[in-house]
């Protein structure tokens, strides 16, 4: 049987994803700070038989025997990587040095979770792995952006220099359920707004563009990406692309048309525009997310309702 250890396990990915393996009958321990995470996402697996939970911060080393590493670990909405930038650079840098290091001693195969965000506001539209990126080094998206990117450098490196097997994985703006209700990101934000009947909070025009891929297109991209033997950085995501008011409208028609918009400042580095190319996902995985927008923000929002 093959033994998992998913990093952030009990976030917003990593509770889908260790649902999934665990599905596939495969052995899941996940480690979490819970900075984040929260253990309500992991309450449906604690008691299953293949399932383990450790505290433990990823800053600091551990001794684990497993197959399969998938690291997660990092908060991944702004108003949390913001919250404590330094801790973010170190989650990014030491976390990913030390899973990387244990992946080396026990011959573990290695997922990065890494980002659209090592783009930072790109030039290149839509954004091809070959991009290379435009990142402010010294802004406020900065300790999440460069963390990205330096922990994408230290898989690259432990791949060359000991044969570690990696893969990096971009991952573009992705949602749905058990994502915290505080998380801040729009998706959650602009859903929980209608639902309580608020103004829903458009950051700057409104004309910034993303491009939304559902959870369960997305955890199924992560996985074929840990089965294959491609190295290199691959984007996963949705290449739809909205403008941030697009998806105000589709919310708010979705819960309560009479919502009003309240329009507020547009956070620094906020990039103007976002889609992933992902012709290299589809030739190498055979891989392309199936659920439109509207489609996955209906279930998103059943899910919200439920557990507002
Ligand atoms: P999340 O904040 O819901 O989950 C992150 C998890 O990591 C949480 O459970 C948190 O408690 C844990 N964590 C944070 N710092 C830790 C530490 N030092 N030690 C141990 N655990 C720690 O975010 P998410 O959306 O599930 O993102 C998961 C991963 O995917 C992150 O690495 C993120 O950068 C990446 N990612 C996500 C998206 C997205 O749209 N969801 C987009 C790009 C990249
Ligand atoms: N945004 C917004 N209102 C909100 C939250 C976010 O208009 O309540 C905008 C934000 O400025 C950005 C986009 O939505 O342009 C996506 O923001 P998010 O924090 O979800 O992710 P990221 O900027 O990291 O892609």
Known sequence: MKRNLVTGGSGFLGSHLSKRLLERGEEVICIDNFFTGTKKNIEPLINHPYFELIRHDVTEPI????????????PASPIHYQFNPIKTTKTSFLGTYNMLGLAKRVGAKFLLASTSEVYGDPEEHPQTESYKGSVNTTGIRSCYDEGKRIAETLCSDYKRVNGVDTRIMRIFNTYGPN???????????????????????????????RSFC???????????LMESNYQM?????NPKEFSIKELAYLVRDLINPNLEFEYKDLPQ????????????????????????????LIKTIKWFKSNL
């Open 233 to 237: 950085p691959m984007n996963i995501g």
């Open 269 to 296: 580095d906020d990039p103007k525009q976002r889609k992933p190319s992902i012709v290299l996902a589809k030739k190498v995985l055979n891989w392309e997310p199936k659920i439109v927008l509207k489609e996955g």
């Open 63 to 74: 001794k684990i025997e497993v197959d399969k590493i998938w690291h997660l670990a990092c």
């Open 179 to 209: 994502m915290r209700f505080d998380d801040g990101r729009v998706v959650s934000n602009f859903i929980i707004q209608a639902l309580k009947n608020d103004k829903i909070t458009l950051y700057g025009d409104g004309e910034q563009t």
């Open 214 to 224: 559902y959870v369960d297109d997305l955890i199924e991209g992560m996985i074929l």
